[in-house]
């Protein structure tokens, strides 16, 4: 056998890599039912996993537990040339069984080169061994004794024969990189590695690792599955990584210990799939690595050597069919909103704490015991309210001094207005009541408008006097105007330039409007305040309007922003994608799909989906310009549009790019 892996510092050929392809990956930990020193009938089993994993789901990485080839708890059988002798040729035989599996494999085998015994993973594709990387931390503590056996295996890579290959790579310090799917680099470590104080993983990331695979044989005992998650979670957190971890299942000898097969897969901090202990020790899912390496470009703090060669990595390189991935992972339709109850609880008391600490502080800062704020009865303006009277609580004001002010205009509904008036007073804030017809109408003869033309001129005439009303209040009472626009609104640009756009502080500018939802049933759901609870269920209930537009002869909301602008769940979950993730339009598109489209819980129509991603993308690029001159306000999660800090894009820049990508779908 021959090895005709491309390694070191030589040119790889071009490939083109799959437009389709996205940058998922299926990858699978699988834990075969070993016995103990049957090296054949474990060669059956691991090949069985391997098939299944690559033929049945469709997986390009399989991973198999720490010495799976001889089994892990052969103790000083180890010492017997027959077992590995018999090891050499079973890999040998898994690597001839599994040619034609489209996979990169890894797999647990004993190596004797050096004079030494190494406990190493062995990296298999299509036929061929590309590389044995050894366990650096030999653990001889409480119930382990491998240092009765194997070796520290070296950090810098030597060459050797093994199983019938001349000159395989053997050493720590190696990748493996897919040459069809450039951002695909995958690095490996031996169980113990990554439970040391210093992992070999965290050179691996540096080196340009994406995907880190541990093989494992992590016995069971009370408490061990919760810290053994949360560390595979937290490394590939620390390092922006996928972490697949495959452990040995409870075919290994009971004489002592008892293993659970517990695998995990973990993406940069969550946990996509896992093989629950005692379970039937497979674990498959998609890592998303183009995501990963966008993201370390993003973290100017995340170190890496130029290359892995400045690394002192030896590098092999092994080729994929990169086809489509079929999607099974879960996509969050509602990032902003944690699906679970007390999650969400959680969240929206942090989000409630950052806004009222927030504009606490710009009250003190100004020395001002009054806030003005507008009020409509709607959901964004209802949240600032409640902000501002926990705020007021904070600085151990009067909430007297919150000037809540309604300013009903032509489209005002008596719903809406009693539902404003009703919460000033139910929360203790004093109300205000300009009415605004008969200025506007004013301002329309002034500037020869027909009233009868409700075109844009006849809507902005409403809010620009509303917040010159605001603005001259608060210089009356010497206090500041809180806005009330959300993240949402700010992102698509649903607002009217130095009007409702303006204030003196926005409490909502980062909070999205999916989420403004639940942060106002967070306060009815929790509130000791029957009327309170009472008119904000109202609110809840009643549809998202600027209410510029004469109500219809029934008294209703004539003018709902979702028929205009499009749904806020696509949006927000488009918002995400876009900001947070940096991805693609197509990328995009093909998750909101996935999460959000036929067959799910939300029902989107292809076309509806596609048709409101190009509306996003059109006013995301049209009204930075509003975005450019937006107050001061908190930030409160992971995405938000402040020019002063993680949007800073110019306000004359072209979508042309965007909107191509999305014509061509």
Not at 606 to 626: E, N, P, V
């Amino acid at each position: 056998m021959g090895h005709d892996g491309r390694r070191g510092h030589g040119h790889v050929r071009y490939r083109r890599e799959s437009p389709m392809q996205d940058g998922f990956i299926k990858v699978a930990a699988r834990s075969p039912q070993v016995r103990v020193a049957d090296v054949d009938a474990n060669v059956d089993a691991c090949v069985s996993e391997i098939t299944d994993a690559v033929r049945s789901d469709g997986a390009k990485l399989v991973v198999l537990p720490e010495l799976c080839v001889t089994g892990y708890t052969c103790e000083d059988l180890f010492w017997q040339d027959a077992l590995l002798d018999a090891a050499e040729r079973g890999l040998a035989a898994v690597a001839r069984r599994t040619a034609s599996c489209d996979a990169l494999v890894l797999a647990g085998v004993p190596v004797r080169a050096n004079d030494k015994l190494y406990n190493c993973a062995a990296v298999l594709a299509h036929g061929e061994l590309l590389g044995l990387v050894p366990k650096r931390h030999i653990p001889n503590y409480n119930e382990f004794y491998e240092v009765r056996h194997f070796a520290a295996g070296p950090w810098d890579v030597s060459h050797v024969r093994f199983a019938g290959w001349e000159n395989v790579p053997l050493g720590t310090s190696q990748l493996f990189a897919c040459d069809t799917l450039s951002q695909l680099k995958v690095a490996v470590e031996v169980c113990e590695d990554l439970w040391v104080a210093n992992p070999p993983s965290i050179a691996h990331a540096q080196a340009g690792a994406t995907v880190i695979c541990n093989l494992s044989a992590s016995n069971a005992v009370v408490g061990k599955a919760d810290y053994r998650r949360d560390l595979v979670m937290g490394q590939s957190a620390r390092l922006v990584a996928a972490y697949v971890y495959a452990s040995a299942g409870w075919g290994e000898s009971t004489q002592d210990l008892v293993f659970s097969a517990h695998d995990l897969i973990a993406e940069n901090g969550v946990l996509l799939a896992q093989a629950d202990p005692f379970g039937d020790g497979r674990a498959t899912t998609e890592v998303d690595v183009t995501a990963l390496a966008a993201e370390r470009r993003r973290l100017s703090t995340f170190g890496c050597a130029p290359t892995a060669q400045d690394a002192n990595y030896e590098v092999t390189t092994f080729t994929l069919d990169t086809a489509e991935t079929r999607l099974t992972r879960r996509v969050d339709p509602h990032p902003f909103v944690p699906a679970n109850p007390a999650r969400r609880a959680e969240r929206c008391e942090d989000v409630f704490s950052i806004q009222a600490y927030g504009l606490a502080k710009r009250l003190s800062h100004t020395r001002s015991e009054c806030a003005v704020v507008g009020v409509s009865g709607g959901l964004d303006s209802t949240l600032a309210l409640l902000v501002m009277a926990r705020a007021f609580d904070i600085l151990e004001l009067d909430r007297s001094g919150i000037l809540a002010i309604t300013m009903p205009g032509f489209g005002t509904t008596r719903r809406t207005h009693a539902n404003a008036l009703e919460l000033t007073e139910v929360l203790g804030a004093t109300l205000r009541e300009v009415p605004i017809a008969d200025a506007v109408r004013q301002h329309f003869a002034d500037i020869g408008h027909d009233e009868g033309d409700h075109s844009v001129t006849y809507e902005n005439s409403q809010a620009r006097e509303r917040t010159q009303i605001l603005m001259d209040i608060a210089n009356q009472e010497g206090g500041l105007v809180v806005g009330t626009g959300d993240l949402s609104e700010l992102a698509l640009g649903w607002a009217t330039y130095n009007a409702d756009h303006m204030s003196m502080y926005g409490v909502n500018a980062g909070v999205p409007k999916t989420l403004v939802r639940h942060l106002v049933r967070y306060v009815a759901d929790t509130t000791d305040s029957g009327d309170l609870s009472r008119v904000l269920m109202d609110v809840l209930d009643t549809p998202v309007s600027p209410e510029l537009l004469p109500a219809t002869a029934r008294g209703a909301i004539a003018q709902r922003t979702e028929d205009l602008v499009g749904p806020y769940e696509l949006h927000d979950f488009f918002l995400y994608q876009v900001l947070r993730r940096g991805f693609a339009p197509r990328k995009v598109y093909r998750l909101a799909r996935h999460a959000l489209g036929e067959g799910t819980a939300a029902g989107y129509a292809d076309a509806t989906i596609l048709k409101w991603l190009r509306t996003f993308y059109r006013r995301l690029f049209s009204q930075q310009f509003k975005r450019s001159c937006l107050p001061d306000g908190p930030k409160v999660g992971s995405v938000a549009v402040s020019p002063r800090g993680d949007l800073r894009m110019p306000s004359d820049a072209c979508a042309n790019a965007w909107l191509r990508e999305l014509a061509e779908l």
